[in-house]
């Protein structure tokens, strides 16, 4: 069955940065974007992007231009997300989801970033 | 950028009773590409209903989608305990994907 798995919880200070990784099992990683969703402490659900995993291209939405990185590793079929220099309203959760048209169909369980002195 | 506004912010009901829920486009949304997602406490969203009206995988038949253009809606015919959550719309009808803010369908 499709699974994508996202990697654990992180702390970290201001300007620091962070890769949360998303592992995807149980069809073929080459074939389906893959989205990355933000959600804010107590807020809704925010697009910020997606990279297209055949040709490595990547879209980002307004407002995750500059310090956001979308990346991949077919190898292990895993996307990433690299946030730099973090600022305190980064911290949220953050989903990857598989997105065969833009409809969103499998998510991973979240990865809360907590960004804090 | 298509903005998605959601009706209303709050939805008070009763299990059993039918909750309607409406997501309004700023523009019109190409080939009605808009969905519905479910978001309960601390869990992920589970995709509901595609493509204005085509239930997802799984989903049962008391979730049901309608609407077109501008103007989309998503019923629940009959509440069932776990159906009490955030429901969001989305659109992918053009490059830039959307959210709505929501819609919390509470217990009354």
């Known amino acids: 069955q499709v699974q994508l798995v996202q990697s654990g919880s992180e702390l970290k200070k201001p300007g620091a940065s962070v890769k949360v990784s998303c592992k995807a099992s149980g069809y073929t990683f080459t074939i389906y974007n893959m989205n990355w969703v933000r959600q804010a402490p107590g807020q809704g659900l925010e697009w910020m992007g997606w990279i297209h995993t055949n040709t490595g291209n990547p879209t980002y939405a307004q407002g ?30 953050y989903y990857c989801a598989r997105g065969p048209t833009g409809a969103l169909d499998y998510w991973g369980q979240g990865t809360l970033v907590t960004v804090s002195s | 950028e298509i903005v998605l506004t959601q009706s209303p912010g709050t939805l008070s009901l009763s299990p059993g009773e039918r909750a309607t829920l409406s997501c309004r486009a700023s523009q019109s949304i190409s080939n009605n590409y808009l ?9 992920a969203p589970r995709l ?3 493509r204005a009206s085509s239930r997802a995988t799984g989903i049962p038949d008391r979730f049901s989608g309608s609407g077109s253009g501008t103007d989309f809606t998503l019923t629940i015919s009959r509440l069932e305990p776990e159906d009490f959550a955030v429901y969001y719309c989305q659109q992918y009808g053009s490059p830039h994907l959307t959210f709505g803010g929501g819609t919390k369908v509470e217990i009354k």
């Open chain 1, 64 to 93: 995750f231009t500059g310090r956001f990185v979308f990346s991949f590793d077919t190898s292990v079929s895993t996307a990433y997300l690299q946030i730099i220099d973090l600022e305190a309203e980064d911290t949220a959760v």
């Open chain 2, 35 to 43: 969905v519905w997602y479910q978001q309960r406490p601390g869990r």
């Open chain 2, 48 to 50: 509901l209903v595609y």
